[in-house]
């Protein structure tokens, strides 16, 4: 069994992937628009749909995960609330790099630094509102 997060970014998914490739060395694996969808949307949601440029699905890897992202409805500012990504590094140059990446016009919530229960642990909010926590784990 496999767990991986779906968000949705809203009408600026495009962008986002782009970041994360740029910022996380991440790789889109799967891309597919609603103009790609069948006629009458088949498989969506009833209702309007969003422009057909935008993303009805994606797939993006990073490192050994997997993260789903969608434009959803593109009805509104993207909103995440209640959660945060977690990358576990092995280093301290790489955790800096990926903190600094997705700070880059986010906001630090948390600088990197050492705690007690790891070596390394830092919160960003990164340009989409995205929670993400970076750890070197005591055990690396």
């Not at 749909?49 to 490192?63: E, F, N, S, T, Y």
């Not at 600088?111 to 960003?124: E, I, R």
Request: hydrophobic content about 45%.
């Amino acid at each position: 069994m496999t767990l991986e997060p779906y968000l949705t970014f809203n009408g600026r998914c495009e962008e986002a992937l782009q970041f994360y490739v740029r910022q996380l060395d991440a790789e889109v694996t799967a891309l597919m628009r609603f103009a790609d969808a069948p006629e009458h949307g088949a498989g969506c949601a009833p209702g309007p749909q969003p422009a057909p440029d935008k993303i009805m699905h994606a797939c993006l890897r990073i490192g050994d995960a997997t993260l789903m992202a969608s434009d959803g409805m593109a009805d509104g500012p993207p909103r995440f609330e209640g959660f945060a990504l977690t990358l576990a590094v092995e280093d301290e140059a790489s955790a800096r790099r990926r903190f600094e990446a997705l700070g880059d016009g986010g906001q630090i919530l948390m600088p990197l630094a050492p705690t007690f229960f790891a070596h390394q642990f830092g919160m960003v909010a990164d340009r989409f509102g995205v929670s993400w926590m970076v750890i070197i784990p005591r055990d690396a």
